[in-house]
């Protein structure tokens, strides 16, 4: 296990390199100059040569790659002379909208992120696997047409409408919750929860209805097989048959995508979501660098999805040993 899990570990580091050397080229592919954007509207030739100096830009690609890398190690001062600035490591640039740091904004926006991320994976994880198993159970029955039902549903109505609808009715019209925002945790737990209700709501309602698919189709395959027969035979109770045997079976597909979707909302990948309800995540971060034209941020939100998927899916290859005793590593 240990020997598996560092191998893994080194591929996942391979991969997150080769990301972050695409990111870095395709920087430098842009048809725009870094250094013109970095000087904004009044901009003279010599003032660009200076910025290029400054920023490293006159060197070759691969070096300007290398002092990248090693910034994020052990820092980097990025220009020079009177207007130096000190990036300490983890270093990941510093912003051209702003001269912010980008790791310090990143970092700063996480929180927001995993609390949105973590809440809603929790609920569509939980309600979906559960409604999909109880339609797969009593299929044809009254369940399963209400779960299917309210899957299709979910699946067919968009993030930024059911964004909207959830607004006007639990805060204009009804107002039984305060409009959403994000307040940190450590502050005022009680308006933590009640400022991400509607954000989790909106993102449950289209991904649970994929994990109740998804689990109610793959828990029917499973019913179908041999041992779960053998095990009725047997005269284990229903209970345990579904929860021992058919459960344990279907949850491994269920648990893989499960492990992308949830690195990829820590990524930022909710960017409609936190756009409609205003939550000051990394996702809003990514499209506002993209307004912004702010390389050293987009390039930074890029990386830092890639690895939170690379990282989670290390992760549900090491859970398959505990959900799976036939997973073994070679």
Not at 45 to 65: C, E, M, T, W
Not at 302 to 309: I, R
Request: a positive charge; glycine letters at 8%; charged letters at 15%.
């Amino acid at each position: 296990m240990t020997r598996y899990l560092i191998r893994r570990l080194l591929s996942a580091f391979t991969v997150i390199a080769v990301v972050s050397l695409v990111t870095f080229l395709i920087f430098f592919a842009l048809p725009s100059d870094p250094a013109v954007l970095a000087c904004g509207k009044a901009c003279t030739p010599d003032r660009i040569a200076a910025i290029h100096h400054s920023l490293g830009l006159d060197k070759n690609i691969f070096v300007q790659y290398a002092d990248y890398v090693t910034g994020f190690f052990a820092g980097r001062t990025i220009g020079d002379g009177a207007n130096a600035i000190h990036c300490a490591a983890p270093c990941l640039g510093i912003s051209f909208h702003d001269d912010s740091n980008v790791w310090d904004t990143i970092w700063g926006r996480f929180p927001a992120d995993l609390s949105l991320a973590l809440g809603a994976a929790v609920v569509f994880m939980v309600v979906g696997v559960a409604l999909g198993l109880a339609a797969a159970v009593r299929k044809g029955k009254l369940v399963d047409k209400f779960a299917v039902g309210l899957a299709l549903f979910g699946i067919s109505t968009p993030i930024y409408f059911s964004a909207l609808v959830l607004q006007f009715f639990f805060v204009d019209k009804w107002q039984w919750l305060p409009a959403p925002n994000y307040t940190p945790i450590t502050q005022d737990p009680a308006g933590w929860f009640q400022g991400l209700i509607l954000p989790w709501a909106a993102l449950v309602l289209g991904s649970m209805a994929y994990y109740t698919r998804l689990t109610r189709s793959t828990a029917l395959d499973v019913m179908g097989e041999d041992y779960v027969r053998t095990a009725r035979a047997k005269g284990l109770s229903r209970g345990k048959v579904i929860l021992k045997h058919t459960l344990r079976s279907a949850i491994t597909p269920i648990v893989t995508i499960f492990g992308m979707d949830f690195g990829a909302l820590i990524g930022g990948s909710a960017i409609i979501t936190e756009t409609a309800f205003g939550i000051p995540g990394i996702g809003q971060l990514a499209v506002q660098s993209v307004l912004n034209v702010d390389l050293p941020v987009i390039m930074a939100t890029s990386l830092f999805a890639a690895t939170a998927v690379v990282l989670a899916n290390v992760l549900v290859d090491v859970v398959y040993g505990i959900i799976d005793p036939r997973v073994r590593y070679a």
